[in-house]
């Protein structure tokens, strides 16, 4: 019933850039919250960057001038730009939404995940 579909995920070299998508379903009709986590092998998941509603951000520091976080709220979409990818940018990453529903009811939602691998 609610969904996120995230696309963008994959292999590149370090220095290189990847652009991450997440699109919630169209059902979360008031999102609050919407932005990346990621999580490395052995791990615990971790911010990446989140942007609310209205518009304010927060990146994790490691991400800092290298990520740049947007979103299209008439598209229920949030990207990430990640640039001058680094190996220790390696991990799974998972789109995260929360907000309103049909019903009323207030979810947190998560995608599935995307895998993202920096080589050196």
């Known amino acids: 019933q609610v969904q996120l579909a995230e696309s963008g995920g994959g292999l590149v070299q370090a220095g290189g850039s990847l652009r991450l998508s997440c699109a919630a379903s169209r059902n979360m009709f008031s999102i609050n919250v919407m932005g990346w986590y990621r999580q490395a092998p052995g791990k615990q998941r971790e911010l990446v960057a989140v942007?609310?509603?209205?518009?304010?951000?927060n990146y994790a520091d490691s991400v800092k001038g290298r990520f740049t976080i947007s979103r299209d709220n008439a598209k229920n979409t949030v990207y990430v730009q990640m640039n001058s990818l680094k190996p220790e940018d390696t991990a799974v990453y998972y789109c995260?939404?929360?907000?309103?529903?049909?019903?009323?009811?207030?979810?947190?939602?998560w995608g599935q995940g995307t895998l993202v691998t920096v080589s050196s």
């Open positions: 942007c609310t509603s209205g518009g304010s951000t």
């Open positions: 995260y939404a929360d907000g309103f529903v049909s019903g009323g009811r207030y979810l947190e939602v």
